[in-house]
């Protein structure tokens, strides 16, 4: 059976209640619920954006679920916190576990997602307590830059296609195309702002010849930007005729789409994040889950 969150209803239909309090406390309500009692449940819902509230809501859904004695498994498109598997400096959080071991012991059998930021793969895993499915859209990204680059230039001669990751953690999304991976070093927390966690970037470093060639960057997420502009700089300083720019899960945080504009052919994420420029479409990779 499937229960499908209002915030997943622009790819099914939704079939229970989500609202909010005055105090601005979540309220859930699963409509006719003995229907779902010991049922396997497939249960659809966003966890970003706003994913503080996004979780507390999952919680939520998931406490009735387990007092009915289902078998569930969740399918969130992004992972919030995902990119935070690694601790830098003591007292930090491992916040990915500590999230995936909330769903897991809320009563998540399995959890499916996109381009996981830190399983580097896809196939199945066990992360802290929570199973997970992670499934790549790669190989549709890829796809889709293909026709928007095409395979000639205005006169008809042929383009060579380059695809490139900005960094050696996204290689899995680029190596079984033949792409090639940047390497990015980053620098220390910045110290200015004390309220935000922002990493600077502070060289982007390329082994490869790209002069004359049509280069499609892809990462699993493009957050403030900062990755792709580098490497964007980087690319066309090193001659690439046209530079496109890919994502599975597009953020876009700040001015960074505009960015991106400004000195890309084009910019495209997929829809596990609605925005703007969500091109590839999750709908076919989720509609037998």
């Known amino acids: ?92 959080a491992e916040s990915a576990k500590i999230v995936c071991n909330l769903l897991a012991g809320a009563g998540v059998k399995k959890l499916v997602t996109f381009d996981c930021h830190f399983l580097k793969k896809e196939g199945e895993f066990k992360y802290g307590k929570l199973n997970l499915q992670n499934i790549s859209l790669s190989k549709a990204i890829i796809d889709h830059a293909k026709e928007k ?71 699993d997420m493009i957050s403030t930007g900062g990755t792709m502009v580098k490497a964007a700089e980087n690319l066309k300083k090193g001659g690439a005729k046209k530079v496109g720019c890919a994502t599975t899960h597009g953020f876009f945080l700040k001015d960074s789409l505009a960015r991106l504009r400004g000195m890309c052919d084009f910019v495209f994420a997929s829809d596990t994040i609605p925005n703007e420029v969500s091109e590839v479409k999750i709908g076919d990779f989720v509609a037998n889950l």
């Open 149 to 219: 680059f095409g395979n000639t230039d205005g006169a008809g001669t042929e383009v060579p296609f380059e695809i490139v990751s900005p960094d050696e953690g996204a290689n899995y999304l680029v190596e079984g195309a033949g792409g090639k991976s940047m390497k990015k070093v980053r620098g220390e927390y910045e110290t200015e702002n004390k309220d935000e966690a922002y990493r600077t970037i502070e060289s982007m470093e390329r082994n490869f010849d790209v002069s004359g060639k049509n280069v499609l960057i892809i990462d």
């Open 1 to 92: 059976m499937q229960l499908v969150s209002p915030n997943f209803a622009d790819i099914l239909p939704a079939n229970f209640e989500i609202k909010n309090f005055p105090d601005g406390d979540s309220y859930i309500r699963i409509l006719d619920p003995e229907k779902y009692k010991g049922q396997q449940v497939t249960f659809f819902h966003r966890l970003y954006p706003n994913q503080n509230d996004s979780i507390t809501q999952a919680l939520l859904v998931l406490g009735v679920l387990k007092k009915l004695k289902c078998e569930v498994t969740m399918v969130a498109p992004y992972l919030p916190y995902s990119r935070q598997d690694k601790t830098f400096h003591d007292g930090e």
